[in-house]
């Protein structure tokens, strides 16, 4: 989910601890929990900081380590001693408790997203992404922000997000349901499909959709059970040769190509060097698809520049790649 996302549901959280009576017991333990619950359902995030260094280690990273299983429990005490520092009275048991559903939320919420994480980790480096929830979903981010109004107005917080979670949970449970549906909408469109992407947008009713068939990449979107196919690539299998190879030792290609499950290619000769670039299809969007790794390589199979990452012209895209040149 978003960074918004993420904050109003630590509150929610903190507000859902008051349900406990150790919590409930003390102001300091209320307010302890609550500042706990906000951090923690922050932090499996600060890895967005990879940023500063490039976007190949970002991509290769953002949520990966950082939201592994042993980061859960890492992260958790991690969040529930630096509060218990500032609130040595505090109950550490349930601030850690606390801390602990703040940051599991955090991570399994993240799984329902396109983009995923590898919250299985080290028992799988699988990514796990349903495609259920978009990252900003107004629906979810708008029942928040109605409970934290509902307890600033007097409410008691812990049934109110009681409630809220119960409405949630059922949310999560209908977007299943919708997904499901449209999938079928989609054997139905193209039945030799051997995989498909359905992910969704920030409209109720529209679902992105990536399809794989054993000849062909099919790109589109539908609405409710409407299938609307927008592009038909050749499925071509990546060549198995020196240019190639050399392409995918770069960092940046590297990067797109370890998260990437839905790609074509393509390649362009110039004067004095090789173009080749990689292309996701899950975000097409406009017409365009966002997400790219570029490389340049010289007639003798070395790096001139390389560029990953997501990019919404073409224009702007040669301005990375001449930026990553200088």
């Known amino acids: 989910m978003d960074t918004a ?56 990273n953002h949520r990966g380590i950082t939201h592994s299983l042993p980061a859960i429990l890492f992260w958790s005490v991690l969040v529930a001693a630096f509060v218990y520092f500032i609130f040595p009275e505090a109950n550490w048991t349930h601030l ?11 991570v399994f919420v993240d799984i329902f997203n396109a983009y995923g994480t590898q919250a ?88 992105r959709i990536a399809v794989t068939t054993k000849d062909h990449f099919y790109v589109g979107r539908a609405y409710r059970r409407s299938v609307t196919i927008f592009d038909k690539f050749k499925r071509d299998s990546v060549p198995d040769n020196d240019i190639f190879r050399a392409a995918q030792k770069d960092k940046n290609v590297s990067a797109f190509l370890s998260f990437s499950p839905v790609y074509r290619w393509e390649i362009q000769r110039y004067d004095d060097y090789t173009e080749v670039r990689f292309i996701d299809l899950r975000y097409r969007s406009n017409g365009h698809y966002p997400f790219v790794a570029i490389v340049k390589l010289t007639d003798e199979l070395e790096v001139i520049t390389s560029y990953t990452g997501w990019v919404y012209s073409e224009e702007k895209l040669r301005k990375k790649v001449r930026v990553a040149t200088d």
């Not at 850690?96 to 955090?106: K, R």
Request: no cysteine.
């Open 120 to 207: 299985l980790r080290p028992i799988t480096s699988r990514w796990i992404a349903l495609g259920m929830i978009n990252t900003f979903d107004p629906y979810i981010f708008g029942i928040h922000v109605l409970g934290i109004v509902i307890w600033l107005l007097g409410g008691h917080p812990g049934y109110t997000f009681l409630v809220m979670y119960i409405i949630i949970a059922l949310y999560y449970v209908l977007r299943f349901i919708m997904q499901k549906m449209v999938k079928s909408a989609v054997l139905k469109t193209i039945p030799d499909a051997e995989r498909i992407i359905i992910a969704s947008t920030m409209y109720f009713n529209q679902w």
């Open 5 to 60: 996302t993420h904050v109003v549901m630590g509150f929610a959280i903190g507000g859902l601890a008051t349900l406990d009576p150790v919590v409930a017991e003390s102001t300091v333990n209320t307010q302890s929990v609550l500042i706990a619950a906000v951090i923690g359902s922050q932090i499996p995030d600060i890895d967005t900081l990879l940023k500063l260094r490039n976007n190949a280690v970002y991509i290769r």
């Open 96 to 106: 850690w408790i606390w801390s602990l559903v703040a940051v599991s939320v955090h």
